[in-house]
Each structure stands twice: as C-alpha cells, then as structure tokens.
C-alpha cells in the first residue's frame, strides 16, 4: 500500500518511547448502533493484524448509548500507529480514540 503522506511528512520514529514491535491496545468508542465494533476492527485490520490470544473486548456505558471497542495489536512502529489513529479519527462513527 502506499503511503499517504508525503515523504517530509513522514514520522521520525525516534520521537517516541516506545520499543517496537510492541504489545498496543488501541481503544474506539462511539455509539452504541449495530456493528460499531465491526467497523473498528476493519479500520485497525487495514494496518495490523489482532495480537493472538487477546480478544477484541467491547464495553457499553452505564445507559448503553455509547460503546468503547478495544483491539490489541503488535505495533510495528510509530507511522504505523499514527495512520491507524488517523483513520479511526476521520471516521464519522468513530467519536473518541485511545
């Protein structure tokens, strides 16, 4: 795939501190309609694969207007990071990312 960002764009990936490849818990929430989780998991499918053996968990609020999605990954890098918050961002459904 390539990249959507022009090449000065691209991210210094010594501006973290985090050591990749990494263990990374990416979190989304947005309301609670039929196949938000879906969506979430397609979004962060299209940049990494889901760490095995940790499932993807979903959490209603307290009068279940809103859900939280939470998909672990095995981060690959900062740019790779970056992208996936981008789109679950840009997307209309998607109303908070962690």
């Known amino acids: 795939m390539a990249s959507r ?17 990494c263990k990374f818990p990416l ?8 196949g938000f ?7 962060v499918l299209t940049h990494a694969d889901i760490y095995p053996d940790e499932p993807v968990t979903t959490s209603s609020s307290s009068a279940g ?13 900062k740019t790779q990071l970056d992208r996936i918050y981008q789109d679950l961002t840009d997307c209309g459904q998607v109303l908070v990312a962690l």
């Open 5 to 21: 960002y022009p090449p000065e764009q691209e991210i210094n990936e010594s501006e973290t501190l985090l050591e990749f490849p």
């Open 27 to 34: 979190k989304a929430m947005g309301r609670n309609d039929p």
């Open 37 to 43: 989780q879906t969506l979430v998991e397609k979004i």
């Open 65 to 77: 207007k809103y859900l939280s999605v939470t998909v672990t990954i095995e981060a690959q890098s």
